[in-house]
């Protein structure tokens, strides 16, 4: 698992990094609406405890679920994908494609509610995207999505939940 994991974070990732200065600005959640939510002073322990182990190792401890593991690759219903964290919005279902990779992915994303930073823990720098709210880790966006924002938003499903319309 791990090692088609890293083969294909390498060569995916050598597409973010050929592109970068395409990529956006990183987007400081330290900051702003979110920066005093109370998901903010939730204990290691007490997320495990919420989460469940897939979910806490994702979006606490910045893990990779394996991919096409995720029910929400096969969800085409309208609605709402949020934050399995703490239930914040991040993508509407009409912004999600079929990018192949395993990994739910979007071309599109509430920016008010996400934060950026960079990502090296491969090598090579990458532009991971988290939960403004909760600060939990959602996944990575490159930049070779499809029209109109050439995004993809390559997102755990195990971080998120699906809000049917």
């Known amino acids: 698992m791990d090692a088609v994991f890293d083969r294909r974070s390498v060569l995916l990732g050598g597409v973010a990094v050929a592109l970068s200065g395409c990529a956006p600005e990183a987007a400081d959640a330290s900051e702003g609406q979110w920066a005093n939510s109370p998901f903010r002073r939730i204990s290691d322990a007490e997320w495990k405890r919420r989460l469940g182990d897939a979910s806490w190792r994702v979006l606490r401890h910045e893990g990779t679920e394996q991919p096409f593991s995720s029910p929400l690759n096969d969800e085409h219903r309208r ?66 999505g499809p029209a109109p924002t050439g995004r993809r938003y390559c997102n755990n499903g195990v971080a998120l939940r699906f809000q049917p319309a």
Not at 79 to 103: E, H, I, N, R
Request: aromatic fraction near 14%; charged fraction near 20%.
């Open 79 to 144: 609605g709402v994908f949020v934050c399995k964290g703490c239930a914040l919005p991040l993508f509407q279902s009409g912004w999600k494609y079929d990018s192949g990779t395993g990994w739910p992915s979007f071309f599109r994303v509430i920016e008010a509610n996400i934060g950026t930073k960079t990502d090296r823990r491969i090598g090579i720098a990458r532009i991971e995207y988290h939960c403004a709210r909760c600060l939990g880790h959602q996944g990575h966006l490159f930049m070779d």
